[in-house]
């Protein structure tokens, strides 16, 4: 089955600075890989996605990137703000049951 | 406008002790899908409906059992709660007739005493 990867487990910014989340998956037939935002004691928030017949989308600050051959994503995220601290997962989906895999997480902390 | 509904956010159960926790949704999609998230994990699949089609993960315990009475509904059964059970349980429906994007619910965090 599908096995998704995720680094790094913790990122720290200053803000302003850029922030770059990687994630790699393992079955060549995944085909939608969306971004989640969590905070503390809430849901995730669907922040981005991208499809396999797209190499990037871009949402203001946010972009997400894919490389189908290497099976890695990322995002990235510019001019970090604090109220971008959270805790960031990645997810790879295939089939029609739209299961998703998620990645072990990434607690990004931006400093003012 | 809130999209999936959970109730209760918060939830007090002693070992043992059922549990129901419930979930609506008001995009009226006939798939629905229940995660159990422990403190600092990723959202783990529970078991996910595609109409009134129950769909277990392989790895799911038999103590968690699922209701869905209509479009609209579901409910997550804990039959008989322990300590590990201590989660947030999350529900998500799809956005739509033929997407994949999901949208997730605030959540029911679950204390077992």
């Known amino acids: 089955g599908e096995n998704v990867e995720q680094h790094p487990s913790t990122l720290s910014v200053q803000e302003g600075d850029s922030a770059v989340i990687k994630c790699t998956y393992s079955?060549?037939?995944?085909?939608?890989f969306p971004w989640y935002k969590q905070e503390l004691g809430k849901g995730p928030q669907l922040i981005i996605d991208?499809?396999?017949?797209?190499g990037e989308k871009k949402d203001q600050r946010i972009a997400v990137t894919l490389n189908k051959t290497a099976k890695h994503f990322s995002l990235h995220i510019t001019e970090t703000q604090p109220e971008d601290s959270a805790v960031y997962f990645c997810?790879?989906?295939?089939?029609?049951?739209?299961?998703?895999?998620f990645g072990s997480g990434t607690r990004l902390l931006v400093r003012p | 406008d809130a999209m999936v509904i959970q109730n209760p956010r918060y939830q007090v159960t002693q070992f043992g002790k059922p549990v129901t926790l419930s979930c609506s949704q008001t995009?009226?999609?006939?798939?629905m899908y229940w995660y159990q998230q422990k403190s600092s994990q990723a959202p783990k699949l529970l078991f996910h409906?595609?109409?009134?089609?129950?769909?277990n993960e392989a790895d799911t315990p038999d103590n968690f059992q699922s209701r869905r009475p209509n479009t609209s509904f579901c409910f997550l059964d804990i039959r008989s709660p322990g300590l590990g059970d201590a989660a947030m349980y999350l529900c998500?429906?799809?956005?739509?007739?033929?997407?994949?994007?999901?949208?997730f619910g605030p959540g029911t965090r679950l204390t077992v005493l």
């Open positions: 998500a429906t799809l956005a739509g007739v033929g997407t994949d994007t999901q949208y």
């Open positions: 995009l009226n999609h006939n798939v």
């Open positions: 409906y595609y109409d009134k089609d129950f769909n």
């Open positions: 991208i499809r396999s017949n797209v």
């Open positions: 997810a790879a989906s295939q089939g029609s049951s739209y299961k998703l895999i």
């Open positions: 079955d060549s037939a995944s085909n939608y």
